[in-house]
């Protein structure tokens, strides 16, 4: 059975990276938790571990069709095929295929081992910090925030109807209480509810600490710089972007950066203005601050040099 669920997960992990879905976070979360139901419930680990590998293995490449609504029917056909040429047992697969089919909780569970697996798919979408990854993901893929929001939501109140497990239920409630409270009054609907959103977002960006980002001295690139406190200069939109002239690079993760507005100002010292295609553009040196590079949006392009030197000049003069 090792070497059965050993290319299950070879399948599985092939089919996320050609379709990018689920995240790998969402699998392998169903994955732990379905072995820590199995033990706390006497069930077969194997069967479990098996039902949670295979049970959205064609969630990606339904969704790319058009069919996510048949993605259950899509992954259990492929995942009895592939059963089957391995020589698996009928009865095995029988198992499997109860927990593939009713991992969303709508039907009656044929085995504790599909129950758990329903369980174990809870995990995904009530757990805070899986919630998040969920949450980027959506966002990368090109969805508004509030959108986002609104889906997860969803999802969330499905998968509280699912919990059946003491073990699941105790795990998962109270996050689902409170991260429905914080989404629903905080992020849509609250009066300072773009302090929600930034917090929510922020959590995003954050996730996004282990992806490199390449970048240099001089460019000027959209940053989530955020909303932030009295005078500091915040970020517009549903990602918190402004304007960021990178000054300084400190490593790769680090930089010293000065936001930039398009409002006129009174000449100062604190502020440079300088041409960026012909637009007028103001860098607020008084905001000079180091920012992380998981911050960084999307290149705009590059301060000439001439510029650049004045702006060094102007910094060491009053610093």
Same mark, same amino acid.
């Given at each position: 059975?090792?070497? $059965?669920?050993?290319?299950?997960?070879? %399948?599985?992990?092939?089919?996320?990276?050609?379709?990018?879905?689920?995240?790998?976070?969402?699998?392998?979360?169903? !994955?732990?938790?379905?072995?820590?139901?199995?033990?706390?419930?006497?069930?077969?680990?194997?069967?479990?571990?098996?039902?949670?590998?295979?049970?959205?293995?064609?969630?990606?490449?339904?969704?790319?069709?058009?069919?996510?609504?048949?993605?259950?029917?899509?992954?259990?056909?492929?995942?009895? /095929?592939? %059963?089957?040429? !391995?020589? $698996?047992?009928?009865?095995?697969?029988?198992?499997?295929?109860?927990?593939?089919?009713?991992?969303?909780?709508?039907?009656?569970?044929? =085995?504790?081992?599909?129950?758990?697996?329903?369980?174990?798919?809870?995990?995904?979408?009530?757990?805070?910090?899986?919630?998040? /990854?969920?949450?980027?993901? !959506?966002?990368?893929?090109?969805?508004?925030?509030?959108?986002?929001? &609104?889906? $997860?939501?969803?999802?969330?109140?499905?998968?509280?109807?699912?919990?059946?497990?003491? &073990?699941?239920?105790?795990?998962?409630?109270?996050?689902?209480?409170?991260?429905?409270?914080?989404?629903?009054?905080?992020?849509?609907?609250?009066?300072?509810?773009?302090?929600?959103?930034?917090?929510?977002?922020?959590?995003?960006?954050?996730?996004?600490? =282990?992806?490199?980002?390449?970048?240099?001295?001089?460019?000027?690139?959209?940053?989530?710089?955020?909303?932030?406190?009295?005078?500091?200069?915040?970020?517009?939109?549903?990602?918190?972007?402004?304007? /960021?002239?990178?000054?300084?690079?400190?490593?790769?993760?680090?930089?010293?950066?000065?936001?930039?507005?398009?409002?006129?100002?009174?000449?100062?010292?604190?502020?440079?203005?300088?041409?960026?295609?012909?637009?007028?553009?103001?860098?607020?040196?008084?905001?000079?601050?180091?920012?992380? =590079?998981?911050?960084?949006?999307?290149?705009?392009?590059? !301060?000439? &040099?001439?510029?650049?030197?004045?702006?060094?000049?102007? /910094?060491?003069?009053?610093?």
């Amino acid at each position: 059975m090792k070497d $059965v669920i050993k290319k299950a997960r070879e %399948l599985a992990l092939d089919e996320i990276k050609e379709f990018g879905t689920p995240p790998v976070a969402l699998f392998e979360v169903s !994955l732990e938790q379905g072995q820590v139901l199995a033990e706390a419930c006497g069930a077969d680990k194997d069967i479990v571990t098996l039902g949670t590998i295979l049970m959205d293995v064609k969630l990606g490449e339904a969704k790319s069709l058009g069919k996510k609504d048949e993605h259950i029917k899509m992954s259990a056909d492929a995942s009895e /095929v592939f %059963l089957k040429d !391995l020589d $698996v047992d009928d009865g095995v697969i029988h198992q499997v295929l109860q927990c593939v089919n009713e991992h969303h909780g709508t039907k009656k569970f044929g =085995s504790i081992e599909a129950e758990i697996c329903a369980n174990a798919d809870c995990y995904r979408f009530l757990r805070p910090d899986i919630l998040m /990854v969920f949450i980027t993901g !959506l966002t990368d893929g090109g969805m508004e925030l509030n959108d986002a929001v &609104k889906f $997860v939501l969803k999802k969330m109140e499905e998968k509280h109807k699912t919990l059946s497990l003491p &073990k699941a239920i105790k795990d998962l409630r109270t996050h689902y209480a409170t991260m429905k409270e914080f989404l629903e009054n905080g992020v849509l609907k609250n009066e300072n509810a773009q302090y929600y959103k930034w917090t929510t977002y922020k959590q995003i960006i954050n996730k996004k600490t =282990s992806k490199i980002v390449y970048f240099n001295e001089r460019e000027l690139w959209w940053m989530h710089i955020g909303l932030n406190v009295g005078h500091e200069q915040n970020g517009h939109g549903d990602k918190f972007l402004r304007p /960021v002239l990178i000054l300084k690079r400190i490593n790769r993760h680090l930089f010293v950066g000065i936001p930039q507005t398009s409002k006129d100002k009174i000449d100062h010292e604190y502020y440079y203005k300088y041409k960026h295609n012909t637009r007028q553009l103001i860098l607020l040196l008084l905001q000079i601050r180091v920012f992380s =590079s998981a911050r960084l949006h999307e290149k705009l392009g590059m !301060l000439n &040099k001439e510029d650049f030197i004045k702006v060094k000049e102007r /910094v060491k003069k009053w610093l």
